[in-house]
């Protein structure tokens, strides 16, 4: 880390990484992408964005990253996971390939597009622990957290209301308090955007945790 500057980079292989790339820079990282073994040695902190889990999950074997990133993980470099991002630091997926691999290090329970398909898609403000004001979250083809460890800081919750309207897709049950947004250290994981709304202040607060475990 140079100074106060955190150089967080955005996993390359797929997905929404130029959004992520933005967002950082506006919330006063030095962001950079990272595609790999060599890049992710130079990073303080690392965004693995949405897109498709069960891609990115292949590529990052592929290519020979996905025990690399274990091993960053298990030294404890930060990580936020957005969406597909999510997934790939759950510890257990549900609905997933049998194939599927992830880096893991957060001690939840994730189901896979548990929010719909694409046409499900919708937005919503969220109260999230940390931040002040609700927080206009992005939900596409999202997954949620089923359950969580002992050690694990659940940050936000939706209110899940049949019918469809703003809240959730048509068709999914009412009154569940569902798992949107964690923190297990310096793991984070929501699965909603915050780098699709212009709102800086989740990866702000992802860029303070990343100096206070610098």
């Given at each position: 880390m140079t100074g106060a500057t955190p150089t967080i980079g955005v996993l390359s292989l797929q997905g929404?990484?130029?959004?992520?790339?933005?967002?950082?820079?506006?919330?006063?990282?030095?962001a950079v992408p990272v595609g790999?073994?060599?890049?992710?040695?130079?990073?303080?902190?690392l965004v693995i964005p949405?897109?498709?889990?069960?891609?990115?999950?292949?590529?990052?074997?592929?290519?020979?990253?996905?025990?690399?990133?274990?091993?960053?993980?298990?030294?404890?470099?930060?990580?936020?996971?957005?969406?597909?991002?999510?997934?790939?630091?759950a510890d257990e997926v549900l609905d997933a390939r049998p194939d599927q691999e992830t880096v893991g290090g957060l001690?939840?329970?994730?189901?896979?597009?548990?929010?719909?398909r694409q046409v499900d898609s919708f937005e919503t403000d969220v109260d999230v622990a940390g931040l002040d004001g609700p927080f206009p979250a992005v939900f596409i083809r999202a997954p949620w957290v089923e359950s969580?460890?002992?050690?694990?800081?659940?940050?936000?919750?939706v209110t899940l209301?049949?019918?469809g309207g703003s809240a959730v897709p048509p068709g999914t049950a009412s009154g569940a308090d569902t798992i949107v947004a964690v923190r297990q250290g310096p793991f984070v994981?929501?699965?909603?955007?915050?780098?699709?709304?212009?709102?800086p202040r989740f990866h702000e607060m992802f860029v303070r945790i990343v100096r206070q475990y610098a």
């Open positions: 929404d990484v130029r959004e992520h790339l933005v967002a950082l820079a506006d919330a006063g990282a030095a790999t073994a060599e890049q992710l040695e130079a990073i303080d902190a949405g897109g498709e889990s069960t891609t990115m999950s292949m590529l990052a074997v592929r290519d020979g990253l996905l025990e690399p990133l274990r091993a960053a993980r298990a030294q404890g470099m930060p990580m936020y996971g957005s969406c597909a991002g999510m997934i790939m630091l001690s939840m329970v994730v189901r896979r597009n548990a929010f719909g969580v460890g002992e050690q694990v800081d659940v940050l936000a919750r209301t049949a019918g994981a929501t699965s909603f955007h915050p780098e699709l709304t212009g709102d």
